[in-house]
């Protein structure tokens, strides 16, 4: 089965400061999925990615995918506490349209 | 309303309990899904319906766990005889078309099982 894995677990950053998430696949990615989950809440939908060398912004958001390393990365530029919460990436397997597997999250803080 | 509705938000019961979750779409998608997620894990897929067919559902960890969608709409994930470990946040989605990697799925804000 496919596994993702998530780095870092945790980031605390300063308010304005630019920082960088990672997800890479134990197999090959046929779709990328980026959502931000807060406390209490549902996940919310950043960003989809299908092809490799695609790149998709969301706001102060940007999402790249790799094919070749099985990867994908995502950059907040100026970061803000409205950023905070936990960013879960997700895939979706070849022949399987409707079902994601998701990492564990990564949990950002962000300080004024 | 406009998003995915859960009820209830918190369910505290025994072990050993039945308990039912329920999952209201949005209005007009065809396809529903379950995940489940435990602390401090991402969300793990249960089961996929497609209009009222349980269309896959190999992620149900044990035949105690089950789920309906009658009339293509609301679902309801019943889990029978409860135990410690079903204690997990269970969250519903749903989206317009079949597949995920046509566009996003739209979650729920989950309803919290608590088994004692």
């Known amino acids: 089965s496919q596994e993702l894995e998530q780095s870092p677990q945790s980031l605390i950053v300063q308010e304005g400061k630019n920082l960088t998430i990672n997800c890479t696949s134990s197999k090959t990615l046929y779709g990328l999925y980026w959502y931000k989950q807060k406390y209490g809440e549902g996940l919310i939908f950043l960003m989809m990615l299908q092809k490799g060398g695609e790149e998709k912004s969301h706001e102060k958001i940007t999402a790249k995918l790799d094919e070749k390393k099985q990867q994908s990365s995502l950059h907040i530029t100026a970061s803000q506490p409205s950023h905070a919460g936990i960013y879960l990436c997700?895939?979706?397997?070849?022949?399987?349209?409707?079902?994601?597997?998701f990492g564990k999250g990564t949990l950002l803080t962000v300080n004024p | 309303g406009a998003g995915v509705s859960q009820t209830p938000s918190n369910k505290v019961t025994e072990k050993g309990k039945y308990v039912e979750l329920r999952c209201d779409p949005i209005?007009?998608?065809?396809?529903l899904y379950w995940y489940r997620q435990s602390l401090g894990q991402g969300p793990e897929f249960l089961i996929y319906f497609q209009g009222t067919g349980a269309a896959d559902d190999s992620g149900l960890p044990n035949d105690r766990f089950f789920a309906v969608r009658p009339e293509g709409s609301v679902s309801t994930l019943k889990i029978q005889r409860t135990e410690r470990g079903d204690s997990a946040v269970y969250l519903c989605?749903?989206?317009?078309?079949?597949?995920?990697?046509?566009?996003?799925?739209?979650f729920g804000e989950g309803s919290r099982l608590t088994v004692l």
């Open positions: 989605a749903s989206s317009r078309t079949t597949g995920v990697n046509t566009g996003e799925l739209f």
């Open positions: 997700g895939a979706d397997a070849r022949g399987s349209n409707y079902k994601l597997t």
């Open positions: 209005s007009g998608h065809t396809a």
